[in-house]
T-cell receptor
């Protein structure tokens, strides 16, 4: 079965950086993208960015673009989120999530789709001086 | 960015009664070429990650009870819980996956009356 296992909680000072991991299993890694989603206390879910498991191409939310990097180690089936210049707004749970897929009946093959079908358990990042 | 707006922010429903949550997108998430609306619904309980309930606006995820149903197209969508159970107490979110950045509604908290 599909599993996404995230690294443990971190406490960081304002201005520091953090790197979280998301180890995946149970599916064809190259077919799907992995996304990162931030959930701050009392706030809505917020998409941070994603990486394509096949070609490594990344997409970032404009809000985070200047201070986020998403990478992957395909041999380890692990995706990483690095967030720099942390501030109090980054005190949040960060989730990794894998997209879904659908059968394209016009062209006759399966295609990925970006509804978040599987989620990691979340990594709590606390930013505090 | 596409803005997703849910209503109400919270609702209290008696056990066995119907719960209805609305979601409106600031622009259409319908792809006419494949006649699909790129809209998903999630359930989130305290301390847990979101769980996918519905995608393509009305397709129920495997294992989701059939009391959950989704409807709508274009910009206006509804999640219905036909007969509320105690285990349905949660926050529900809609999400559009039509256009990056993928965006979520603010959430609707469902409680027992």
């Amino acid at each position: 079965q599909v599993q996404l296992v995230q690294s443990g909680a971190e406490v960081k000072r304002p201005g520091a950086s953090v790197k979280c991991s998301c180890e995946t299993s149970g599916y064809i890694f190259s077919f799907y993208s992995i996304h990162w989603v931030r959930q701050a206390p009392g706030q809505r879910l917020e998409w941070v960015g994603s990486i394509n498991g096949g070609n490594g191409n990344t997409q970032y939310s404009q809000k985070f673009q200047d201070r986020v990097t998403i990478t992957q180690d395909t041999s380890a089936r692990t995706v990483y989120l690095e967030l720099r210049s942390l501030n109090s707004e980054d005190t949040a749970v960060f989730y990794c999530a894998r997209g879904g897929s659908y059968f394209d009946s016009v062209n006759g093959y399966e295609r990925p789709a970006e509804f978040f079908q599987h989620w990691g358990q979340g990594t709590l990042i606390t930013v505090s001086s | 960015d596409i803005v997703m707006t849910q209503s109400p922010d919270s609702l209290a429903v008696s056990l066995g009664e119907r719960a209805t949550i609305n979601c409106k997108s600031s622009q259409s998430v319908l792809y006419n070429s494949i006649n699909k609306s790129y809209l998903a619904w999630f359930q989130q309980k305290p301390g847990q990650p979101p769980k996918l309930l519905i995608y393509w606006a009305s397709t129920r995820e495997s294992g989701v009870p059939d009391r959950f149903s989704g409807s709508g197209s274009g910009t206006d969508f509804t999640l219905t819980i036909s007969s509320l159970q105690a285990e349905d107490v949660a926050v529900y979110y809609c999400q559009q996956y039509s256009t990056s950045p993928w965006t979520f509604g603010q959430g609707t908290k469902v409680e027992i009356k």
